[in-house]
Protein backbone atom coordinates (compact mmCIF):
# COMPACT_ATOMS: atom_id res chain seq x y z
CA UNK A 1 0.00 0.00 0.00
CA UNK A 2 1.90 3.18 -1.17
CA UNK A 3 -0.15 5.15 0.93
CA UNK A 4 -2.21 7.45 -2.11
CA UNK A 5 -5.36 9.10 -1.67
CA UNK A 6 -7.41 11.10 -4.24
CA UNK A 7 -10.15 13.32 -3.94
CA UNK A 8 -12.90 13.53 -4.66
CA UNK A 9 -13.82 9.92 -6.17
CA UNK A 10 -16.74 11.09 -8.34
CA UNK A 11 -17.33 14.69 -9.34
CA UNK A 12 -19.94 16.05 -12.00
CA UNK A 13 -18.99 19.85 -13.23
CA UNK A 14 -20.59 22.02 -16.39
CA UNK A 15 -18.23 23.29 -18.62
CA UNK A 16 -16.48 26.56 -17.98
CA UNK A 17 -16.24 25.76 -14.04
CA UNK A 18 -12.88 25.38 -12.19
CA UNK A 19 -12.14 22.32 -10.77
CA UNK A 20 -9.50 21.08 -8.44
CA UNK A 21 -8.47 17.40 -7.79
CA UNK A 22 -5.96 16.35 -4.77
CA UNK A 23 -3.64 13.92 -4.33
CA UNK A 24 -2.45 13.08 -0.98
CA UNK A 25 0.55 10.63 -0.43
CA UNK A 26 1.79 9.74 3.08
CA UNK A 27 4.91 8.43 1.94
CA UNK A 28 7.31 11.61 1.27
CA UNK A 29 8.06 10.04 -2.36
CA UNK A 30 9.47 12.81 -4.36
CA UNK A 31 8.09 12.02 -7.32
CA UNK A 32 4.36 12.41 -8.36
CA UNK A 33 2.46 12.39 -11.42
CA UNK A 34 -1.35 13.01 -12.51
CA UNK A 35 -2.41 10.64 -15.73
CA UNK A 36 -6.07 10.14 -17.67
CA UNK A 37 -7.26 7.70 -18.73
CA UNK A 38 -10.01 7.22 -21.36
CA UNK A 39 -10.89 4.10 -24.17
CA UNK A 40 -8.65 3.78 -26.83
CA UNK A 41 -5.96 6.23 -25.39
CA UNK A 42 -4.72 4.27 -22.34
CA UNK A 43 -2.97 6.15 -19.29
CA UNK A 44 -1.69 9.51 -20.73
CA UNK A 45 0.63 12.13 -18.41
CA UNK A 46 -0.93 15.45 -17.60
CA UNK A 47 2.14 16.74 -15.46
CA UNK A 48 4.39 15.61 -12.84
CA UNK A 49 6.65 16.75 -9.95
CA UNK A 50 10.28 16.03 -9.00
CA UNK A 51 9.54 18.14 -5.25
CA UNK A 52 8.39 20.81 -3.98
CA UNK A 53 7.06 23.65 -6.04
CA UNK A 54 9.38 21.85 -8.77
CA UNK A 55 6.72 20.30 -11.75
CA UNK A 56 6.69 19.78 -15.71
CA UNK A 57 3.91 19.34 -18.43
CA UNK A 58 3.48 16.01 -19.79
CA UNK A 59 2.13 15.00 -23.21
CA UNK A 60 -1.80 16.32 -22.63
CA UNK A 61 -1.54 19.41 -20.51
CA UNK A 62 -3.07 21.77 -22.51
CA UNK A 63 -5.87 23.49 -20.04
CA UNK A 64 -4.32 21.92 -16.75
CA UNK A 65 -2.28 23.13 -13.94
CA UNK A 66 -0.73 21.83 -10.82
CA UNK A 67 0.45 22.98 -7.93
CA UNK A 68 3.17 20.95 -5.22
CA UNK A 69 3.29 23.26 -2.26
CA UNK A 70 3.92 19.95 -0.12
CA UNK A 71 5.80 16.87 -0.63
CA UNK A 72 2.44 15.13 0.49
CA UNK A 73 -0.02 17.03 -1.42
CA UNK A 74 -0.34 17.51 -5.37
CA UNK A 75 -2.74 18.79 -6.92
CA UNK A 76 -4.39 19.41 -10.69
CA UNK A 77 -7.06 21.94 -11.89
CA UNK A 78 -8.70 22.12 -14.51
CA UNK A 79 -9.15 26.25 -14.88
CA UNK A 80 -12.07 26.29 -17.31
CA UNK A 81 -13.42 22.80 -17.79
CA UNK A 82 -14.59 21.13 -21.01
CA UNK A 83 -16.50 18.25 -22.11
CA UNK A 84 -13.28 16.94 -23.42
CA UNK A 85 -11.85 16.50 -20.30
CA UNK A 86 -14.24 13.73 -19.09
CA UNK A 87 -12.15 11.33 -17.84
CA UNK A 88 -10.60 9.03 -14.73
CA UNK A 89 -8.01 10.62 -13.30
CA UNK A 90 -4.86 9.21 -11.80
CA UNK A 91 -2.83 9.88 -9.38
CA UNK A 92 0.62 8.50 -9.17
CA UNK A 93 3.95 8.20 -6.95
CA UNK A 94 7.49 6.81 -7.77
CA UNK A 95 10.05 6.05 -4.94
CA UNK A 96 13.30 7.99 -5.25
CA UNK A 97 15.19 4.61 -5.70
CA UNK A 98 13.40 2.90 -7.79
CA UNK A 99 11.76 6.35 -9.85
CA UNK A 100 10.50 3.76 -13.13
CA UNK A 101 8.03 2.13 -10.75
CA UNK A 102 5.12 3.91 -10.17
CA UNK A 103 1.96 3.26 -7.79
CA UNK A 104 -1.45 4.75 -8.59
CA UNK A 105 -4.49 6.30 -6.41
CA UNK A 106 -7.81 4.64 -6.43
CA UNK A 107 -8.98 7.61 -9.26
CA UNK A 108 -11.21 10.03 -9.86
CA UNK A 109 -14.04 9.87 -12.20
CA UNK A 110 -14.77 13.31 -13.53
CA UNK A 111 -17.96 14.01 -15.90
CA UNK A 112 -18.28 17.83 -17.65
CA UNK A 113 -21.76 18.28 -18.32
CA UNK B 1 0.86 6.48 -33.04
CA UNK B 2 0.92 4.20 -29.99
CA UNK B 3 4.90 3.84 -28.74
CA UNK B 4 3.92 0.11 -27.26
CA UNK B 5 1.39 -1.87 -28.65
CA UNK B 6 -0.16 -4.53 -26.67
CA UNK B 7 -2.60 -7.68 -28.65
CA UNK B 8 -4.79 -8.87 -28.38
CA UNK B 9 -6.76 -6.17 -27.35
CA UNK B 10 -9.59 -8.43 -25.89
CA UNK B 11 -9.38 -11.59 -24.77
CA UNK B 12 -11.82 -14.24 -23.14
CA UNK B 13 -11.19 -17.47 -22.37
CA UNK B 14 -12.29 -20.51 -20.16
CA UNK B 15 -10.98 -21.07 -16.35
CA UNK B 16 -8.06 -23.48 -16.88
CA UNK B 17 -6.48 -22.47 -20.04
CA UNK B 18 -3.12 -20.93 -20.59
CA UNK B 19 -2.31 -17.34 -22.84
CA UNK B 20 -0.12 -15.18 -24.01
CA UNK B 21 0.05 -11.03 -24.21
CA UNK B 22 2.26 -9.27 -26.13
CA UNK B 23 3.86 -5.90 -25.63
CA UNK B 24 5.32 -4.64 -28.72
CA UNK B 25 7.56 -1.58 -29.82
CA UNK B 26 10.16 -0.59 -32.14
CA UNK B 27 12.37 1.60 -29.71
CA UNK B 28 14.68 0.24 -26.81
CA UNK B 29 13.42 0.57 -23.64
CA UNK B 30 15.64 0.71 -20.38
CA UNK B 31 13.16 -0.87 -18.11
CA UNK B 32 9.35 -2.68 -18.83
CA UNK B 33 6.70 -2.97 -16.51
CA UNK B 34 3.49 -4.57 -16.17
CA UNK B 35 0.30 -3.64 -14.50
CA UNK B 36 -2.81 -5.00 -13.75
CA UNK B 37 -5.80 -2.92 -13.32
CA UNK B 38 -9.57 -3.92 -12.12
CA UNK B 39 -12.83 -1.97 -12.47
CA UNK B 40 -13.00 1.51 -10.78
CA UNK B 41 -9.56 1.21 -9.14
CA UNK B 42 -5.75 2.25 -9.94
CA UNK B 43 -3.58 -0.19 -11.92
CA UNK B 44 -1.16 -2.12 -9.44
CA UNK B 45 2.50 -2.75 -10.57
CA UNK B 46 3.03 -6.28 -11.28
CA UNK B 47 6.49 -6.58 -11.78
CA UNK B 48 9.26 -4.97 -13.45
CA UNK B 49 12.01 -6.26 -16.24
CA UNK B 50 14.97 -4.15 -16.86
CA UNK B 51 17.40 -6.59 -18.88
CA UNK B 52 17.26 -8.39 -21.76
CA UNK B 53 16.13 -11.77 -22.28
CA UNK B 54 15.24 -11.46 -18.50
CA UNK B 55 11.97 -13.87 -16.94
CA UNK B 56 10.26 -12.96 -13.98
CA UNK B 57 7.85 -15.06 -12.28
CA UNK B 58 4.52 -14.03 -10.04
CA UNK B 59 2.97 -17.97 -9.39
CA UNK B 60 1.14 -18.85 -12.16
CA UNK B 61 2.47 -15.60 -14.18
CA UNK B 62 5.61 -15.56 -16.44
CA UNK B 63 6.60 -12.43 -17.43
CA UNK B 64 9.02 -12.07 -20.41
CA UNK B 65 11.55 -9.50 -21.90
CA UNK B 66 13.27 -9.15 -25.47
CA UNK B 67 16.83 -9.87 -25.76
CA UNK B 68 16.86 -6.85 -27.46
CA UNK B 69 14.09 -4.85 -24.88
CA UNK B 70 11.89 -3.91 -27.04
CA UNK B 71 9.18 -6.32 -26.52
CA UNK B 72 7.70 -8.15 -23.58
CA UNK B 73 5.15 -11.24 -22.88
CA UNK B 74 3.13 -12.08 -20.04
CA UNK B 75 2.11 -15.97 -19.82
CA UNK B 76 -0.68 -17.08 -17.76
CA UNK B 77 -0.75 -20.67 -16.61
CA UNK B 78 -4.37 -22.12 -15.55
CA UNK B 79 -6.02 -18.92 -15.53
CA UNK B 80 -8.39 -18.37 -12.77
CA UNK B 81 -11.54 -15.90 -12.79
CA UNK B 82 -9.45 -13.78 -10.20
CA UNK B 83 -6.98 -13.15 -13.25
CA UNK B 84 -9.75 -10.84 -15.08
CA UNK B 85 -8.57 -7.45 -15.62
CA UNK B 86 -6.63 -5.09 -17.61
CA UNK B 87 -3.33 -5.57 -18.10
CA UNK B 88 -0.99 -2.94 -18.99
CA UNK B 89 2.46 -2.89 -19.91
CA UNK B 90 4.57 0.22 -19.69
CA UNK B 91 8.15 1.25 -20.23
CA UNK B 92 10.82 3.85 -19.97
CA UNK B 93 12.50 4.54 -23.87
CA UNK B 94 15.40 4.58 -24.34
CA UNK B 95 15.82 8.07 -25.41
CA UNK B 96 14.75 11.52 -25.03
CA UNK B 97 12.75 12.54 -21.73
CA UNK B 98 12.74 9.18 -20.50
CA UNK B 99 9.16 9.35 -19.20
CA UNK B 100 6.58 6.10 -18.69
CA UNK B 101 4.80 5.08 -21.61
CA UNK B 102 2.07 3.35 -21.22
CA UNK B 103 0.37 0.76 -24.22
CA UNK B 104 -3.41 0.69 -24.36
CA UNK B 105 -3.66 -2.49 -22.28
CA UNK B 106 -5.29 -6.57 -23.27
CA UNK B 107 -8.38 -6.75 -21.66
CA UNK B 108 -8.33 -10.28 -20.61
CA UNK B 109 -11.84 -11.95 -19.07
CA UNK B 110 -11.41 -15.31 -17.37
CA UNK B 111 -14.79 -17.46 -17.64
CA UNK B 112 -15.27 -19.82 -15.00
Known amino acids: DAGITQSPRHKVTETGTPVTLRCHQT?????MYWYRQDPGHGLRLIHY???????DKGEVSDGYSVSRSKTEDFLLTLESATSSQTSVYFC????????????FGPGTRLTVT | TQLLEQSPQFLSIQEGENLTVYCNSS?????LQWYRQEPGEGPVLLVT?????EVKKLKRLTFQFGDARKDSSLHITAAQPGDTGLYLC????????????FGTGTRLTIIP
Open chain 1, 27 to 31: ENHRY
Open chain 1, 49 to 55: SYGVKDT
Open chain 1, 92 to 103: AISPTDRAYEQY
Open chain 2, 27 to 31: SVFSS
Open chain 2, 90 to 101: AGVPNFGNEKLT
Open chain 2, 49 to 53: VVTGG
